[in-house]
């Protein structure tokens, strides 16, 4: 009878790292000696596997999933970890309790914690990139709250994964966490679109790709590109902002939009909104760069890791883990705040510099391809349950 694992996970949206992973897990199973039971959230697009429990999201979401532990009775589970993956305030403050309920059964208990906020950066200000309200809890309380959620992850977790040696110190530093129950492996890269051409299009454009909202930097881009077309009057290339919004962030957005009309850009700048897969991918290919900003740095960078899939080089703000995720003037650039103008005139007037960039990346991308991320994952499955 082969050995039963429990994968849980949120797999929104479709470029989330829970999809690509178990999408390679799900192409690797056969040639090992245990299953892999996916326990997704209902109604998200199925994953092309038949071995598939659902949960609904918000706080019933922590009897469904245990339920369902319960009743399959797993050797390990292996759980993804964002404070809002699983539903509001509440969810996130039960979920210790789901691990602790797993743990009293005997099952094996891999977490992979996404976000790991540094205990320095929660003020007011990292309130506000989140919610409007700041006055609603205070940062005390917060730091207070993580401290408890990521201890009691740690206590409970027979391993801890992460994506970055900078948020393995920050659980090792702020929480206490032991530095060998964490496990770093890098954000995995889809390598199916590192050779494609770009398409015939007399567009040059940078792009940004992700949420629009406060935390990501996009007024210091904008800042930038400013700069940029003012020291550049006769330059030719635009500003994509292309992604969504997150609910209850909106105001981010009309900040953004306010912020653009401030800077008379209006007619260089393009906001998509939400984009689907082809025009995702139509975007990455034709765009001279991408552009990776943020404020703080509290988790690895999916956009980073889907502007790697598609070989691009990146500018990436200066901060937190780009630092260590971007080799700076080799497989991308990192900036400060206020850099982003002269770096948008440097990437526009050193072509070949940046398509050796591009290559460096390429090789980078090759080393975290999913399949290669997929079996060091399939090698803790085996340590842990052996």
Same mark, same amino acid.
């Given at each position: 009878?082969?050995?039963?694992?429990?994968?849980?996970?949120?797999?929104?949206?479709?470029?989330?790292?829970?999809?690509?992973?178990?999408?390679?897990?799900?192409?690797?199973?056969?040639?090992?000696?245990?299953?892999?039971?996916?326990?997704?959230?209902?109604? #998200?697009?199925?994953?092309?596997?038949?071995?598939?429990?659902?949960?609904?999201?918000?706080?019933?979401?922590?009897?469904?999933?245990?339920?369902?532990?319960?009743?399959?009775?797993?050797?390990?589970?292996?759980?993804?970890?964002?404070? +809002?993956? $699983?539903?509001?305030?509440?969810?996130?403050?039960?979920?210790?309790?789901?691990?602790?309920?797993?743990?009293?059964?005997?099952?094996?208990?891999?977490?992979?914690?996404?976000?790991?906020?540094?205990?320095?950066?929660?003020?007011? #200000?990292?309130?506000?990139?989140?919610?409007?309200?700041?006055?609603?809890?205070?940062?005390?309380?917060?730091?207070?709250?993580?401290?408890?959620?990521?201890?009691?992850?740690?206590?409970?977790?027979?391993?801890?994964?992460?994506?970055?040696?900078?948020?393995?110190?920050?659980?090792?530093?702020?929480?206490?966490?032991?530095?060998?129950?964490?496990?770093?492996?890098?954000?995995?890269?889809?390598?199916?679109?590192?050779?494609?051409?770009?398409?015939?299009?007399?567009?040059?454009?940078?792009?940004?790709?992700?949420?629009?909202?406060?935390?990501?930097?996009?007024?210091?881009?904008?800042?930038? $590109?400013?700069?940029?077309?003012? +020291?550049?009057?006769?330059?030719?290339?635009?500003?994509?902002?292309?992604?969504?919004?997150?609910?209850?962030?909106?105001?981010?957005?009309?900040?953004?939009?306010?912020?653009?009309?401030?800077?008379?850009?209006?007619?260089?700048? #393009?906001?998509?909104?939400?984009?689907?897969?082809?025009?995702?991918?139509?975007?990455?290919?034709?765009?001279?760069?991408?552009?990776?900003?943020?404020?703080?740095?509290?988790?690895?960078?999916?956009?980073?890791a889907q502007a790697y899939s598609y070989n691009k080089c990146v500018i990436a703000s200066k901060l937190g883990n780009f630092c260590e995720e971007v080799t700076n003037d080799y497989d991308g650039f990192l900036v400060e705040?206020?850099?982003?103008?002269?770096?948008?005139?440097?990437?526009?007037?050193?072509?070949?510099?940046?398509?050796?960039?591009?290559?460096?990346?390429?090789?980078?991308?090759?080393?975290?391809?999913?399949?290669?991320?997929?079996?060091?994952?399939? +090698?803790?499955?085996k340590s842990l349950i052996d």
């Amino acid at each position: 009878m082969l050995d039963k694992i429990a994968f849980i996970s949120s797999f929104y949206p479709e470029t989330n790292y829970s999809r690509y992973l178990s999408e390679e897990l799900i192409r690797q199973i056969k040639k090992n000696n245990f299953e892999i039971e996916f326990y997704a959230e209902k109604n #998200e697009k199925p994953l092309s596997c038949y071995h598939l429990k659902t949960w609904n999201k918000g706080l019933i979401s922590i009897v469904d999933i245990a339920k369902k532990i319960i009743k399959q009775k797993p050797k390990l589970a292996h759980f993804q970890h964002e404070i +809002n993956m $699983y539903g509001g305030t509440l969810s996130a403050f039960l979920f210790p309790f789901l691990v602790g309920l797993t743990k009293l059964l005997r099952i094996k208990i891999l977490i992979t914690i996404h976000a790991v906020p540094d205990l320095r950066l929660v003020d007011k #200000e990292f309130i506000g990139f989140f919610r409007k309200n700041t006055n609603l809890i205070h940062p005390f309380v917060l730091r207070i709250f993580f401290k408890y959620l990521f201890f009691l992850l740690g206590i409970f977790s027979d391993l801890l994964i992460v994506h970055t040696e900078t948020l393995k110190k920050t659980l090792t530093n702020d929480y206490k966490l032991e530095s060998n129950k964490i496990k770093v492996i890098s954000h995995g890269v889809d390598t199916h679109n590192l050779n494609l051409s770009k398409q015939k299009s007399n567009e040059k454009y940078f792009l940004y790709f992700g949420y629009l909202s406060k935390r990501k930097g996009i007024l210091d881009i904008l800042d930038g $590109y400013s700069k940029f077309i003012k +020291n550049n009057p006769v330059q030719e290339f635009k500003l994509i902002l292309a992604g969504g919004v997150i609910t209850g962030q909106e105001y981010a957005f009309e900040e953004i939009k306010s912020y653009i009309e401030r800077l008379n850009i209006k007619e260089k700048v #393009e906001i998509t909104g939400f984009v689907d897969n082809a025009k995702i991918k139509q975007l990455f290919v034709n765009a001279y760069v991408v552009l990776v900003p943020a404020v703080i740095s509290i988790s690895a960078s999916g956009p980073l890791a889907q502007a790697y899939s598609y070989n691009k080089c990146v500018i990436a703000s200066k901060l937190g883990n780009f630092c260590e995720e971007v080799t700076n003037d080799y497989d991308g650039f990192l900036v400060e705040k206020s850099g982003w103008g002269d770096k948008l005139a440097y990437v526009v007037n050193n072509y070949q510099h940046v398509i050796n960039i591009e290559q460096n990346v390429k090789n980078k991308a090759l080393q975290r391809s999913w399949k290669n991320i997929s079996a060091l994952h399939l +090698n803790l499955y085996k340590s842990l349950i052996d």
